[in-house]
């Protein structure tokens, strides 16, 4: 859930990405655009974009959305359990998501979408 | 080269008048005007199109359905041969009208904007919804097999897109179109309909989503310009309103209106268009932006509404062009992640 609603939101260009050396090591930060319409986002995706208030890291941000979707009660303390970023699941939903967009070729039309 | 280009649709509004005022509505419709086109200027008007090879032929308005002489026209243009296409709120079709509309094969488009009444309801009037699922209904136990729903998105409506097919398909409506709300008419008054162009990108990805899972038929537009400009409206279509001008996109404002029909033939009004050389010329990002052949230019009216030029970019297409770019500056680490994403996003 926090997985896919994370790359919707990251290929849908909601979230900027800043790399940054820690102790040597670099890693990716992200943080939500301050600009986001989130009449246009579901409950998950707005504690998603609520949680990238600041720059995190992807693993700060699954341990807060979690939290945060128990609190609302949006996911049960056992479906949390999903968002493990090595379950079936967690793969599964995002990975449909990546495929897509990796073949993305902009609409040739500009009366839809 | 310009006169060699011929349409391949017209689109007739065959009235102002509508019984609903939809707050995105991008004609405005509401109230008959005094001069629309008599019965037989518009069988007139038919028969010029189908002269000059035009097939498809598209019945809009207002309300087509609250003409009277509305079902003698259509049986004209289907007798002519011509492909017919009606666009309509569907409440004034009653069992009689539903017979007729499939007797004559006429593709019957009708707009839903809600998976529920209220949003549907806030949109085109209370009560609406349920007699659009009615009328749906009928055509349905009718086996209208051109039943077709078409659904605008805007920005109260999108997060009831995913709700929509399970609700067509229990309702068994066999096609879908899926279209975008436009900056024009009624919408521009509306505008916190109207989805920013920052949020393209997002809603995007949603909608083809839920093209790929729908389970239902996804009518696609198809409509594409010749040239370094995609928008048909330059090329393959055009409109004539219900007054007699010619418009070339509904979703242009009245200052772009072409010559009259009854002072014109139709192939006089198609030809001084492609004359005009105030509109459809591509700028100078638009030419310089790799991603042009691709999407030609995107759409006018909203380069219109956005920057007050017809010729500017439209910006849609440019957040569209930015995320193709973003997905090939990051196809890597998306390649990553299909295996272990926590590692790619870290």
Redesign the interface.
């Known amino acids: 859930m926090v997985a896919q609603a994370f790359v919707e939101l990251l290929i849908g260009g909601c979230i900027e990405i800043k790399n940054e050396q820690k102790d040597g090591i670099e890693q990716k930060l992200y943080r939500a655009f301050s600009d986001i319409d989130t009449a246009l986002l579901n409950p998950v995706e707005k504690i998603v974009i609520k949680c990238l208030d600041k720059f995190r890291t992807f693993g700060e941000l699954l341990t807060l959305a979690g939290k945060e979707l128990q609190k609302e009660n949006i996911l049960s303390e056992k479906e949390a359990c999903i968002l493990s970023p090595l379950d079936a699941q967690f793969l599964e939903e995002m990975g449909e998501t990546i495929n897509h967009a990796l073949e993305y070729l902009p609409p040739t039309c500009g009366c839809s979408l | 080269m310009a006169a060699t280009i011929k349409p391949s649709r017209i689109y007739i509004d065959v009235t102002n008048a509508c019984n609903l005022r939809c707050r995105h509505c991008c004609t405005s419709s509401g109230c008959k005007y005094e001069d629309e086109l008599g019965k037989e200027e518009i069988i007139s008007l038919i028969h010029q199109a189908k002269k000059m090879g035009i097939t498809n032929l598209v019945f809009s308005g207002g309300e087509p359905l609250i003409r009277k002489d509305f079902f003698s026209i259509l049986e004209y243009a289907r007798n002519s041969g011509m492909e017919v296409t009606i666009l309509t709120n569907g409440l004034l079709i009653d069992y009689k009208k539903a017979k007729t509309l499939i007797d004559l094969s006429v593709r019957v488009k009708i707009s839903l904007d809600g998976a529920c009444a209220e949003t549907h309801d806030y949109l085109r009037g209370k009560g609406t919804f349920e007699r659009t699922i009615d009328v749906l209904r009928l055509m349905v136990k009718l086996k209208c097999e051109t039943l077709t729903v078409h659904y605008t ?1 805007h ?2 409506n ?2 009831e897109l995913e709700m929509l097919p399970e609700l067509l398909r229990k309702i068994g409506v066999p096609n879908l ?4 709300i436009k900056p024009a008419g009624r919408a521009q008054i509306n505008s916190e309909l109207l ?2 162009p ?12 839920v093209k ?1 899972n729908a389970g239902i038929r996804i009518m ?5 310009g010749w040239g370094e400009f ?3 409206a330059s090329c393959n279509k055009l409109g004539i309103t219900s007054t007699g001008f010619l418009t070339t996109c509904a979703f242009f404002g009245s200052q772009f209106l072409g010559g009259n029909i009854r002072e014109h033939t139709l192939e006089e009004l198609w030809q001084s268009h492609l004359a005009r050389s105030d509109i459809f010329v591509a700028n100078e990002k638009c030419k310089k932006c790799p ?1 042009l052949p ?7 009216a ?1 380069a219109l509404y956005y920057y007050g030029d017809i010729n500017a970019p ?1 910006p ?2 440019c ?6 770019v ?2 090939d500056e ?2 890597p680490t ?2 990553k ?6 590692e790619a ?2």
Do not use: Q, W
């Not at chain 2, 920052?198 to 989503?209: G, I, Q, T, Y």
């Not at chain 2, 957040?319 to 193709?324: D, F, T, V």
């Open positions: 998105v920005r109260l999108f997060l179109v899926i279209g975008t989805i920013p920052r949020m393209v990108p997002f809603v995007h990805e949603r909608v083809n989503s790929r696609s537009f198809s409509d594409r995609g928008c048909p991603y691709s999407c030609a230019g995107g759409c006018r909203r439209d849609y297409c957040a569209l062009y930015n995320k193709k973003f997905i990051n196809r998306l390649l992640a299909l295996e272990n994403p926590m996003f870290s």
